[in-house]
């Protein structure tokens, strides 16, 4: 098979490299997330994270987990390195897809997102793209 055919791969990790996730194809969901929850885990004004089906990530490494109940009562855990702290995925209700964040690919070429959920706790200073799907 031609590198034209192969299937895309990267390699999202935490600071340290210790934890990291083997992603296989393309995201399913690539989005931006203004709600306060996300910006308190990143320390920045959002969180953009890249959904993928389960079995399309290998998971390498030791984790921490943190469970947090969202604002609709769906439980999210968040698994993070113990050495550095970053966190690399995360998985919902939904036992079929883990959501990475974006940053821990450290790949500025990656697919940008295409969604903004939360945009009525979004900072009055920050600006989505128009063609973006936008959800308050």
Known sequence: MSAANSPTSRLASCSCGQLQA???????RVSVCHCLACQRRTGSVFGAQARFPRAAVIVVGTSAE???VGDEGTRTTFRFCPTCGATVFYTGDDAGSIAIPVGAFADPSFPAPTVS???ERMHSWVRMPNEMEHMP
């Open 117 to 119: 959920v939360y945009e």
């Open 22 to 28: 083997h992603v296989s194809g393309e995201p399913v």
């Open 66 to 68: 943190y469970v947090r």
